[in-house]
């Protein structure tokens, strides 16, 4: 049979590919463009075909300069073909002229795949536990060559290619090879440099060019209002953290010290020009701040890179991208060493719930809802105008279950607080009747997002025993923080927003009232050994109008304080881990913004002074004696001794570990100071104050018993001592033997 001429590009044949073919390259629209473009065995003979805009002529040549043939120009944007001397499939390079203008171009399309079927499978499968390894922009070296790999799941694209600073963001360059099995689209960029700004542009299945998209697996991102990935080096971190990682991963954490200081990053201080600090100016101010403070852990607001300020990142648009607020990611990694060194545990807010709809981001990212629901009484938050993730779909599930894995492993992060628990849990969460559509069996309960939870669980404390993860959930779903196994959805604790809300309400009140409200008080001890708690007085009482703390407390501004200290250290002896924001460890008056720094000028009046030195001792305490924290979460480390003396607000309890001195706990929440009130102790003999909030360096009165009691046994069997409780006040006794 006669073969077509060479230069015949209607018929296509030999050298030369279809007119079709060329035309689908010219124009981006070519699903297959590994299939026109690199090199192809034809007859018995390797061809090479490249595009090549803007040249003239074009030159071949093999990785160690040696020539390989001239190609011929057969179309004028650029498109050349040739045979060339090789006799098998190697990377070549091409020398492009234009005029006086020479250029080398190494040709994406002549290199092999990178993954591999096994990588299908388990993608498809949702298995891939280290898909942050394979998915995304990665530096290698490829047959020879040094580049990046790129790779994105778009199954429904009809075409992808990756665009940048690397090709003009011309997406005819680099279109990248499907992967049928797998839905993902690949290519080895040689040549592309750490620090170049990338996108994926996209043709959807309807034929439609997308809007460019950031790639969801990007490891760093451009600083906002820019929207692009950035090409990022693997991190070479020098980690020192071997004995705190060893520490975490072989204890009971309920039966721990953990106090946490939740911190936005962008905002707990700022240069005085009111930029940003990095991450390393940060570690430098921050870190030796908690250690003196005695927290034990930094909780952060949402880190990963976010567009819009104002949402203080719960509206993430680049899930494995610290911010690049802050700097590079390495300094983020730098930032936990630091802390892991001297002791202090780096908490995370993750937000697997929802995502915002920006452009660049995952909404609609092949041209079909494919991280979310198509179906808005699914896909879409009526609360936050963001859309959901579709957790039925297993790649969707495996993506957010792979970046709870990925802050483990690459960043060496303590731990996740998930947010927004509860509005994954419910298919009817801020939805009207006909809102939303029932579970199979006509529940209100998303099952997918439940079996997304407790997978994602299992595999944090499967590979990460280090790690914990907490549960922002509102709700009375049982068994949040029990094990899967036993039926629990597998958090390590939960956020106790009862107590948060309870306690807030009474210190609120005027003092003669509180006898009315009583069970404000007492009543969270009836379900505080239901869940493993933790009891946070977060950000989210600080913001939309909710004014501070210190604010919210009643009376003048002796009493605020007064009752503010003797809330903390109502909260420090209360079964629970602890969480306080930022800025409310010094009674800040103003309500948080993320625009601002805190106004650590407070710090130069002894009340608000006060109120930091009295945070700082109740970590201290609270760390020191076992009593107030290794039966945080079971019942037996909690005893009631005065609950029902509502006349006078008056409240005393233990804390108690085995084996350890108890701790006695008594408030009197009134501005009454109360002499000689008899207090039950479990043993005679002396008891030292080891803590009151009244005391003169806190800025209180000054008002107490003299550092020491005597506990006396009554003719009627009952052990007490008399005490003087100071007003609006909580004391902690402990038995000096």
């Known amino acids: 049979m006669k073969q077509p001429e060479r230069n015949d590009p209607d018929r296509g044949g030999g050298d030369v590919p279809s007119r079709g073919d060329v035309e689908a390259i010219l124009n ?189 697996f990007a490891r760093r991102s451009e600083l906002r209002p820019q929207t692009a990935s950035v090409t990022a080096a693997e991190m070479e971190q020098v980690w020192d953290d071997e004995d705190h990682r060893a520490h975490w991963a072989g204890r009971d954490k309920r039966r721990e010290p953990i106090s946490i200081y939740e911190v936005h990053a962008g905002s707990w201080q700022r240069h005085d020009d009111g930029t940003f600090l990095s991450w390393d100016e940060l570690a430098d101010r921050l870190i030796p701040y908690c250690a003196d403070m005695g927290f034990t852990h930094i909780e952060f607001l949402p880190i990963s890179e976010y567009p819009y300020d104002p949402s203080w990142g719960y509206q993430t648009t680049g899930l494995y991208a610290p911010t690049a607020r802050f700097g590079e990611p390495e300094g983020f990694a730098r930032f936990v060493n630091g802390c892991h060194k001297v002791g202090i545990g780096v908490l995370l807010d993750w937000v697997p719930a929802h995502f915002p709809t920006d452009e660049h981001g995952l909404r609609n990212f092949d041209g079909t809802a494919l991280y979310e629901h198509a179906d808005p009484r699914k896909g879409f938050h009526p609360d936050w105008n963001t859309a959901i993730y579709n957790f039925d779909r297993t790649e969707v599930a495996s993506f957010l279950l792979n970046n709870a894995l990925y802050w483990g492993e690459k960043f060496h992060i303590d731990g996740l607080r998930v947010d927004a628990v509860a509005s994954m849990l419910y298919l009817d969460y801020s939805r009207n009747y006909g809102e939303w559509i029932p579970n199979e069996y006509g529940g209100n309960a998303n099952l997918g997002a439940v079996r997304f939870i407790q997978e994602t669980n299992k595999a944090v404390y499967g590979q990460h025993p280090e790690m914990m993860t907490i549960a922002e959930e509102s709700t009375t779903w049982p068994k949040v923080s029990q094990p899967v196994h036993e039926g629990g959805l597998g958090f390590g604790f939960k956020w106790n927003m009862g107590f948060m809300h309870d306690t807030l309400s009474y210190f609120a009140r005027e003092p003669v009232y509180r006898k009315h409200h009583h069970q404000e008080i007492s009543f969270g001890l009836l379900y505080a050994f239901t869940e493993n708690y933790v009891l946070p007085l977060s950000h989210d009482e600080v913001v939309h109008g909710k004014g501070s703390l210190i604010a919210k407390m009643s009376g003048d501004d002796w009493q605020k304080f007064a009752n503010l200290r003797a809330y903390y250290a109502f909260m420090w002896a209360y079964p629970g881990k602890k969480l306080l924001f930022m800025g409310q460890e010094f009674a800040q008056w103003s309500e948080w913004s993320e625009a601002r720094a805190l106004d650590w000028n407070l710090l130069d009046y002894h009340t608000h002074e006060g109120v930091r030195r009295l945070v700082r001792d109740l970590n201290f305490t609270y760390r020191a004696k076992p009593a107030l924290h290794a039966r945080d979460c079971e019942p037996e480390g909690f005893e009631w001794t005065i609950v029902d003396d509502h006349d006078n607000s008056v409240f005393a309890w233990q804390r108690k570990a085995p084996g350890e001195k108890p701790i006695v706990v008594v408030c009197n929440l009134t501005p009454v100071p109360r002499d000689g009130y008899h207090v039950p102790l479990p043993k005679a003999g002396i008891w030292r104050e080891i803590l009151n909030t009244d005391a003169e360096i806190y800025g209180g009165s000054g008002k107490g018993n003299g550092g020491r009691v005597r506990a006396e046994t009554h003719g009627h069997g009952g052990i007490s001592a008399g005490l003087m409780l100071p007003p609006l006040a909580t004391i902690m006794l402990e038995p000096e033997e």
């Not at 290619?161 to 690949?186: I, K, P, T």
């Open 28 to 216: 981006a629209t070519h699903g297959d463009a590994f299939s026109v473009l690199g090199t192809h065995e034809i007859n018995g003979n390797l061809v090479a075909r490249c595009f090549l805009p803007g040249a003239e002529s074009v030159e071949v040549f093999d990785l160690d300069g040696e020539p390989l043939g001239k190609l011929e120009r057969i179309d004028d944007s650029g498109f050349f073909c040739g045979r060339i001397s090789l006799t098998t499939f190697v990377p070549i390079r091409y020398r492009a002229r234009r005029g006086g203008a020479v250029w080398t171009v190494t040709d994406p399309y002549s290199f092999w795949p990178v993954l591999g079927p096994m990588d299908d499978y388990f993608v498809r499968e949702g298995s891939h536990l280290r898909l942050f390894d394979k998915l995304g922009a990665h530096p290698m070296s490829h047959q020879g060559v040094k580049g990046f790999h790129f790779a994105v799941w778009a199954p429904n694209a009809r075409r992808v290619s990756v665009v940048g600073g690397f090709n003009n963001w011309d997406g005819r360059r680099h279109m990248m090879r499907f992967r049928a099995d797998s839905g993902v689209w690949e290519i080895f960029a040689p040549d592309v440099e750490p620090g170049t700004p990338y996108k994926y542009e996209i043709i959807g299945s309807d034929g439609n060019l997308q809007p460019l998209k950031a790639d969801p």
